[in-house]
């Protein structure tokens, strides 16, 4: 397959297979003239070096990477042949970096707003001004509210310094969207039931069976976890997938679930009391490691074959057959736990469910399972403690915060929103934005920008002009992840050999960083000598910073420079040896399938469903996933990417798109259940894989900052849509599935037939 990729198909088939295959075969076919897209610039390979160390971040899975460099510019990408985790290969979106590095539309010099927020007029100022700005509005926020009055939205490896600088300055608000947008419910949910968090350490490489819910592996790229799937089903695992759209991973299915959105909780329940029914459970597991057997069997009593099948609006076969399925192969089964779960807002109860499917199986610490994988432990680096007066009005917001006794850690986005726009419990007046584009990713854009409109000043610290940064006062220019030292990287491989290694690497600059751009411990300790915290500055620079988190496991930028980027040891196999016990982190030491915790907090204590409201006539649900080749919309503006992928096309039913008079190319818009229309149009994708109930567009489209000259305003932004969210009791995380679209065609509104 590889021989015959252009890098054109490399691109477009980003997805499952070109995940795996590395870029330099590619190149051997562009030297030999067969692709028409020069992939290097002319000339050759003979003057170059090959720079290690680099650590990807064109999104947060952190494959490890070499430049190759002429003339101090970066002119390809490649996987770091000593990597145990990605190896040779990066995914479209890791060999497309360089576009980031020389896009000439990314931010170059700090610059400050003299328009209107989310209208700016770029100044260019000096860094000094720009901190004395900075420090000074900062510093008129906690002189006048306290710190409490400063907020911080922050996402990415380079916010990890600047955040411990915002806690030590006591500031209470602090929301990242990787939790409270994506897996803050599998992790809380999971640990609530399992007592460990299992992210995505899931070893389908060694199932004999795997279940995907949701989770479209393949256009969802993580690169070595595609890579462990993929194995997974060369080794013939078979695969079960419940989507109701024909996603990457649905192709590749033995079973492909046609779900009805936002019943899975019932699937789940269906099939467990199918399990548990026929007796065809792991027996001995759940005896030994389990609490609540028998109320969980009384609970899901009710999801007989029958009540399930017309719930979800699928085969009573099939449930059936997937069931049997799983238990034919229990434990080597890899029930994944799912990443992105903020769907619907009753999401909690779906991943413990998922948590108690898998313990039925016993699928924990064994060959396929999820497995409690050991890495090695690396230090931090602090701010001194300092003791803040605890004024009892500081604690309002945490006490509001309690409402959600499972919430992930930091402030649920939403109150934190509200707080903004009502000053109540306490006004919140200044904003730090490091590394998230919130205007794209924290549903209700209206009402983020109502907040962002109510403060006294924002500063935005970015690499690229994506739409967050129209919101900035002051402007801050980042270097980028291949130009800067930054956070350690580190794993373990128990797939690829006999024997398990783990590694660390640290991110290394490739190239020097052009214009003026800096990196996060040069900002941040510049805004502390100005905010008169010189002397607690815990490292002088990047570098300090990441020998101090080394220095715990006896290395340094100087010894890794020398190992090519990567330390590697042996590791420990996660699968239990014979004779031990797994361990649980709950409270009971056992897997809590009836949890006492929940009980107490009056929520279900064993996993329950909740219907999602139905889509009005004329309308469907509108879901959404990933492009393979794209990163949210941070990688809109890559020139390679979206020229393979310029918009989001919309999946529509055949036979609804038949009866509408739509056909497949052509140009729609969207209008939401509150009348909200799609600022941007795009193609309609017409195909029998996707249910009646809904429609699908990749998240990240509709740029609409025209400083972003590539991705301006290409396809459709689908957070603009979701206007209305569910914000769930347990967590404080809001789901967004519950948002309803119909179709614009020249200018007519068309409904949905249902
Ligand atoms: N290329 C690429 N890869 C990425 C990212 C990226 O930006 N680009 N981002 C990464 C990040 S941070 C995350 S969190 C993950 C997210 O990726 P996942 O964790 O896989 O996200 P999900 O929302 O579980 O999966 C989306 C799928 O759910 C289906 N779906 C929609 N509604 C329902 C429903 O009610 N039930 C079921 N069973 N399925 C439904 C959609 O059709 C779609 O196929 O991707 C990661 N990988
Ligand atoms: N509608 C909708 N909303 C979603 C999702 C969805 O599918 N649909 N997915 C959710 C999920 S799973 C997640 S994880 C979140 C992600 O939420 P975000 O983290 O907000 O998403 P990104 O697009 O990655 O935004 C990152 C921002 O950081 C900038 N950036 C990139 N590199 C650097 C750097 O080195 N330094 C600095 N300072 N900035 C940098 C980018 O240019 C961009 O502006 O979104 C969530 N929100
Ligand atoms: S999966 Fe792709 S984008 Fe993500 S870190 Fe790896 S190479 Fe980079
Ligand atoms: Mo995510």
Same mark, same amino acid.
């Given at each position: 397959?590889?021989?015959?990729?252009?890098?054109?198909?490399?691109?477009?088939?980003?997805?499952?297979?070109?995940?795996?295959?590395?870029?330099?075969?590619?190149?051997?076919?562009?030297?030999?003239?067969?692709?028409?897209?020069?992939?290097?610039?002319?000339?050759?390979?003979?003057?170059?070096?090959?720079?290690?160390?680099?650590?990807?971040?064109?999104?947060?899975?952190?494959?490890?990477?070499?430049?190759?460099?002429?003339?101090?510019? !970066?002119?390809?990408?490649?996987?770091?042949?000593?990597?145990?985790?990605?190896?040779?290969?990066?995914?479209?979106?890791?060999?497309?970096?360089?576009?980031?590095?020389?896009?000439?539309?990314?931010?170059?010099?700090?610059? #400050?707003?003299?328009?209107?927020?989310?209208?700016? #007029?770029?100044?260019?100022?000096?860094?000094?001004?720009?901190?004395?700005?900075?420090?000074?509005?900062?510093?008129?926020?906690?002189?006048?509210?306290?710190?409490?009055?400063?907020?911080?939205?922050?996402?990415?490896?380079?916010?990890?310094?600047?955040?411990?600088?915002?806690?030590?300055?006591?500031?209470?608000?602090?929301?990242?969207?990787?939790?409270?947008?994506?897996?803050?419910?599998?992790?809380?949910?999971?640990?609530?039931?399992?007592?460990?968090?299992?992210?995505?350490?899931?070893?389908?490489?060694?199932?004999?069976?795997?279940?995907?819910?949701?989770?479209?592996?393949?256009?969802?790229?993580?690169?070595?976890?595609?890579?462990?799937?993929?194995?997974?089903?060369?080794?013939?695992?078979?695969?079960?997938?419940?989507?109701?759209?024909?996603?990457?991973?649905?192709? %590749?299915?033995?079973?492909?679930?046609?779900?009805?959105?936002?019943?899975?909780?019932?699937?789940?329940?269906?099939?467990?009391?199918?399990?548990?029914?026929?007796?065809?459970?792991?027996?001995?597991?759940?005896?030994?490691?389990?609490?609540?057997?028998?109320?969980? @069997?009384?609970?899901?009593?009710?999801?007989?074959?029958?009540?399930?099948?017309?719930?979800?609006? =699928?085969?009573?076969?099939?449930?059936?057959?997937?069931?049997?399925?799983?238990?034919?192969?229990?434990? &080597?089964?890899?029930?994944?736990?799912?990443?992105?779960?903020?769907?619907?807002?009753?999401?909690?109860?779906?991943?413990?469910?998922?948590?108690?499917?898998?313990?039925?199986?016993?699928?924990?610490?064994?060959?396929?399972?999820?497995?409690?994988?050991?890495?090695?432990?690396?230090?931090?680096? &602090?701010?001194? @403690?300092?003791?803040?007066?605890?004024?009892?009005?500081?604690?309002?917001?945490?006490?509001?915060?309690?409402?959600?006794?499972?919430?992930?850690?930091?402030?649920?986005?939403?109150?934190?929103?509200?707080?903004?726009?009502?000053?109540?419990?306490?006004?919140? %007046?200044?904003?730090?934005?490091?590394?998230?584009?919130? =205007?794209?990713?924290?549903?209700?854009?209206?009402?983020?920008?109502?907040?962002?409109?109510?403060?006294?000043?924002?500063?935005?610290?970015?690499?690229?002009?994506?739409? $967050?940064?129209?919101?900035?006062?002051?402007?801050?220019?980042?270097?980028?992840?291949?130009?800067?030292?930054?956070?350690?990287?580190?794993?373990?491989?128990?797939?690829?050999?006999?024997?398990?290694?783990?590694?660390?690497?640290?991110?290394?600059?490739?190239?020097?960083?052009?214009?003026?751009?800096?990196?996060?411990?040069?900002? =941040?300790?510049? !805004?502390?000598?100005?905010?008169?915290?010189?002397?607690?500055?815990?490292?002088?620079?990047?570098?300090?910073?990441?020998?101090?988190? !080394?220095?715990?496991?006896?290395?340094? $930028?100087?010894?890794?420079? @020398?190992?090519?980027?990567?330390?590697?040891?042996?590791?420990?196999?996660?699968?239990?040896?014979?004779?031990?016990?797994?361990?649980?982190?709950?409270?009971?030491?056992?897997?809590?399938?009836?949890?006492?915790?929940?009980?107490?907090?009056?929520?279900?204590?064993?996993?329950?469903?909740?219907?999602?409201?139905?889509?009005?006539?004329?309308?469907?649900?509108?879901?959404?996933?990933?492009?393979?080749?794209?990163?949210?919309?941070?990688?809109?503006?890559?020139?390679?990417?979206?020229?393979?992928?310029?918009?989001?096309?919309?999946?529509?039913?055949?036979?609804?798109?038949?009866?509408?008079?739509? #056909?497949?190319?052509?140009?729609?818009?969207?209008?939401?259940?509150?009348?909200?229309?799609?600022?941007?149009?795009?193609?309609?994708?017409?195909?029998?894989?996707?249910?009646?109930?809904?429609?699908?567009?990749?998240?990240?489209?509709?740029?609409?900052?025209?400083?972003?000259?590539?991705?301006?305003?290409?396809?459709?932004?689908?957070?603009?849509?979701?206007?209305?969210?569910?914000?769930?009791?347990?967590?404080?995380?809001?789901?967004?599935?519950?948002?309803?679209?119909?179709?614009?065609?020249?200018? %007519?509104?068309?409904?949905?037939?249902?």
């Amino acid at each position: 397959m590889a021989m015959n990729l252009t890098r054109r198909n490399l691109l477009k088939t980003a997805s499952l297979a070109a995940a795996s295959v590395p870029l330099s075969k590619v190149v051997a076919k562009a030297e030999t003239g067969i692709a028409k897209v020069p992939l290097i610039p002319p000339g050759s390979f003979k003057k170059t070096k090959t720079v290690t160390g680099g650590v990807c971040e064109m999104c947060f899975w952190r494959c490890q990477l070499v430049g190759k460099v002429r003339d101090n510019r !970066l002119i390809k990408l490649e996987g770091n042949p000593k990597s145990i985790d990605n190896g040779l290969n990066l995914c479209a979106r890791g060999n497309s970096g360089i576009k980031l590095v020389y896009d000439p539309d990314r931010l170059k010099y700090p610059m #400050k707003n003299i328009g209107k927020r989310g209208a700016p #007029k770029w100044k260019k100022i000096s860094w000094e001004e720009a901190l004395d700005t900075c420090a000074a509005k900062l510093q008129a926020t906690i002189d006048k509210y306290g710190p409490k009055g400063i907020g911080v939205w922050y996402h990415g490896a380079s916010a990890h310094y600047p955040t411990a600088y915002f806690e030590y300055l006591g500031v209470p608000n602090m929301y990242e969207p990787a939790f409270y947008q994506c897996r803050g419910q599998t992790a809380m949910a999971m640990m609530q039931t399992l007592g460990f968090v299992p992210n995505e350490d899931v070893d389908m490489a060694n199932s004999k069976a795997m279940l995907l819910v949701g989770c479209h592996l393949g256009e969802n790229i993580h690169l070595s976890h595609v890579k462990n799937f993929l194995k997974g089903l060369e080794n013939g695992s078979k695969l079960v997938v419940v989507d109701p759209r024909f996603s990457a991973s649905a192709a %590749k299915a033995h079973i492909w679930v046609k779900i009805k959105p936002g019943t899975d909780t019932a699937f789940l329940l269906g099939l467990m009391n199918y399990m548990l029914g026929k007796g065809c459970y792991n027996k001995s597991f759940v005896d030994k490691h389990c609490l609540g057997l028998n109320k969980l @069997k009384t609970h899901v009593a009710e999801w007989s074959i029958e009540k399930t099948a017309k719930e979800c609006d =699928i085969p009573g076969k099939q449930i059936v057959e997937v069931a049997e399925l799983l238990c034919e192969h229990a434990p &080597h089964v890899a029930v994944h736990p799912g990443r992105h779960a903020a769907w619907y807002g009753n999401d909690f109860q779906r991943v413990r469910a998922n948590a108690c499917l898998t313990a039925l199986l016993g699928a924990i610490d064994c060959p396929g399972g999820i497995v409690q994988i050991k890495r090695m432990s690396t230090g931090h680096v &602090h701010w001194p @403690k300092v003791e803040h007066e605890e004024d009892p009005e500081d604690m309002a917001l945490a006490e509001m915060e309690e409402k959600y006794p499972f919430r992930p850690p930091g402030t649920p986005p939403e109150l934190m929103r509200e707080t903004m726009v009502t000053g109540k419990p306490y006004p919140i %007046k200044s904003m730090v934005i490091w590394g998230t584009n919130s =205007i794209k990713t924290m549903p209700n854009q209206e009402e983020t920008m109502k907040a962002l409109a109510n403060m006294d000043f924002i500063m935005v610290t970015d690499v690229s002009p994506t739409d $967050i940064t129209m919101w900035a006062d002051i402007l801050l220019p980042e270097a980028c992840y291949l130009e800067r030292y930054d956070h350690i990287e580190k794993g373990t491989q128990w797939n690829q050999s006999d024997k398990p290694q783990q590694f660390v690497a640290a991110r290394m600059p490739l190239v020097e960083p052009m214009f003026e751009r800096k990196d996060s411990v040069w900002m =941040i300790n510049e !805004l502390a000598r100005r905010m008169g915290h010189e002397k607690d500055i815990p490292v002088k620079n990047q570098e300090e910073f990441v020998d101090h988190m !080394l220095k715990e496991a006896d290395l340094s $930028i100087a010894k890794l420079r @020398k190992l090519d980027g990567i330390y590697i040891q042996e590791g420990e196999s996660p699968y239990l040896k014979k004779g031990d016990e797994p361990e649980f982190g709950t409270d009971s030491g056992k897997i809590e399938l009836y949890s006492e915790a929940m009980d107490d907090e009056d929520f279900p204590p064993l996993p329950t469903y909740t219907r999602t409201e139905e889509p009005p006539k004329g309308y469907a649900r509108m879901i959404y996933g990933r492009s393979p080749v794209h990163t949210f919309n941070r990688t809109a503006n890559n020139a390679w990417l979206s020229r393979e992928v310029p918009e989001n096309p919309l999946w529509l039913n055949d036979e609804s798109a038949k009866k509408m008079g739509i #056909k497949d190319g052509d140009r729609v818009s969207l209008e939401n259940q509150a009348g909200k229309r799609s600022a941007g149009s795009t193609v309609v994708k017409v195909t029998p894989g996707i249910r009646k109930d809904c429609v699908f567009i990749a998240h990240g489209f509709g740029t609409f900052n025209p400083a972003m000259t590539v991705g301006y305003n290409k396809g459709i932004d689908d957070n603009s849509l979701n206007t209305k969210i569910n914000r769930e009791g347990e967590t404080g995380i809001s789901g967004m599935r519950i948002n309803f679209v119909r179709i614009i065609k020249n200018g %007519k509104t068309i409904n949905i037939p249902g």
